[in-house]
């Protein structure tokens, strides 16, 4: 497989699958210890964890050269924007297909929460929105020597995760729990991070109104803390760029909520939609 992290991280979930369809039945037996019976599932979801966590550098990469007095080529680049696309795309579809994790028979080996999917979702969601500050910084560092420079632009992954989280509700359907975690996290880190003067003014009229809670989360088990704000690599103001998405989102919620038909599905929507609004000062 060489270095490409996507087909290893496929051939290491496919092995996981058969882990988790057969690991009851093998673990199970007089002759198994039972802290080693209880701790099985987590041996799956860590060795999960890690294959993302392997494979969520190629987003905001960077390669670095071993470069010598003299040498022409730079010390570091950005990895081939079509990789990065290509591994958000990815990893956002594997977002909707963890159900395969919610194994009854495994699930009961240690007593574990029955949504250990969306467990998982929510953190590799957190490991996906940490790489922005990383995107915004590869975006900028251009390889010398080459013409045709095709960047992955911080743009680009906002509209992806935002175009992620509103699939099935610009259908009128109630979202996944993936795309409602990425929805909640997109506004938390949109609003948190623009300094804009609409945002910045809102912000010390009503500071209530920036105190994430998470609307879908009321009867979950959150597996981290919300993510508000973004460690930059330089420092750079893209206030601009997520003004633009919040208003992006503003609009596609109100569009959304009138393609609901169900309360129970419109009411996380509409607190959205609020908290935008209180936010900005519309």
Same mark, same amino acid.
């Given at each position: 497989? $060489?270095?490409?992290?996507?087909?290893?991280?496929?051939? #290491?979930?496919?092995?996981?699958?058969?882990?988790? /369809?057969? #690991?009851?039945?093998?673990?199970?037996?007089?002759?198994?210890?039972?802290?080693?019976?209880?701790?099985?599932?987590?041996?799956?979801?860590?060795?999960?964890?890690?294959?993302?966590?392997?494979?969520?550098?190629?987003? *905001? #990469?960077?390669?670095?050269?071993?470069? @010598?007095?003299?040498?022409?080529?730079?010390?570091?680049?950005?990895?081939? *924007?079509?990789?990065?696309?290509?591994?958000?795309? @990815?990893?956002?579809?594997?977002?909707?297909? !963890?159900?395969?994790?919610?194994?009854? %028979? !495994?699930?009961?080996?240690? $007593?574990?929460?029955?949504?250990?999917?969306?467990?998982?979702?929510?953190?590799?969601?957190? !490991?996906?929105?940490?790489?922005? #500050?990383?995107?915004?910084?590869?975006?900028?560092?251009?390889?010398? *020597?080459?013409?045709?420079?095709?960047?992955?632009?911080?743009?680009?992954?906002?509209?992806?995760?935002?175009?992620?989280?509103?699939?099935?509700? /610009?259908? *009128?359907?109630?979202?996944?729990?993936?795309?409602?975690?990425?929805?909640?996290?997109?506004?938390?880190?949109? !609003?948190?991070?623009?300094?804009?003067?609409?945002?910045?003014?809102?912000?010390?009229?009503? =500071?209530?109104?920036?105190?994430?809670?998470? =609307?879908?989360?009321?009867? /979950?088990?959150?597996?981290?803390?919300?993510?508000?704000?973004?460690?930059?690599?330089?420092?750079?103001?893209?206030?601009?760029?997520?003004?633009? %998405?919040?208003?992006?989102?503003?609009?596609?919620?109100?569009? $959304?909520?009138?393609?609901?038909? /169900?309360?129970?599905?419109?009411? =996380?929507?509409?607190?959205?939609?609020?908290?935008?609004?209180?936010?900005? $000062?519309?």
């Amino acid at each position: 497989m $060489g270095d490409n992290l996507i087909r290893a991280s496929q051939k #290491g979930i496919e092995v996981l699958k058969y882990v988790s /369809e057969n #690991g009851a039945s093998w673990v199970n037996l007089d002759n198994v210890d039972d802290s080693y019976r209880e701790l099985f599932p987590d041996f799956i979801f860590l060795k999960l964890y890690d294959h993302f966590k392997n494979l969520i550098v190629n987003i *905001g #990469g960077i390669e670095i050269n071993s470069r @010598y007095e003299g040498d022409p080529y730079p010390p570091y680049k950005p990895l081939p *924007g079509p990789l990065q696309r290509a591994t958000l795309k @990815y990893i956002l579809e594997e977002l909707d297909n !963890l159900s395969w994790i919610d194994n009854p %028979h !495994l699930i009961k080996m240690s $007593g574990m929460n029955s949504k250990f999917s969306t467990f998982f979702a929510a953190n590799l969601i957190s !490991l996906v929105f940490q790489r922005i #500050g990383n995107v915004a910084f590869a975006q900028n560092q251009r390889e010398i *020597g080459v013409e045709k420079f095709d960047p992955y632009t911080l743009e680009e992954m906002l509209n992806e995760l935002t175009n992620f989280a509103f699939k099935e509700i /610009e259908k *009128g359907r109630e979202p996944t729990a993936a795309q409602k975690r990425v929805l909640d996290q997109m506004v938390s880190v949109l !609003l948190n991070n623009s300094s804009l003067p609409a945002v910045e003014k809102a912000k010390k009229k009503n =500071p209530a109104a920036f105190r994430w809670e998470e =609307p879908w989360m009321v009867n /979950e088990i959150a597996s981290f803390e919300p993510l508000t704000s973004i460690k930059y690599l330089v420092a750079e103001d893209n206030s601009p760029l997520y003004y633009k %998405h919040i208003l992006t989102i503003k609009e596609r919620l109100e569009r $959304g909520i009138k393609k609901t038909k /169900e309360e129970r599905a419109q009411s =996380p929507l509409l607190y959205l939609l609020q908290v935008i609004e209180r936010s900005i $000062g519309s």
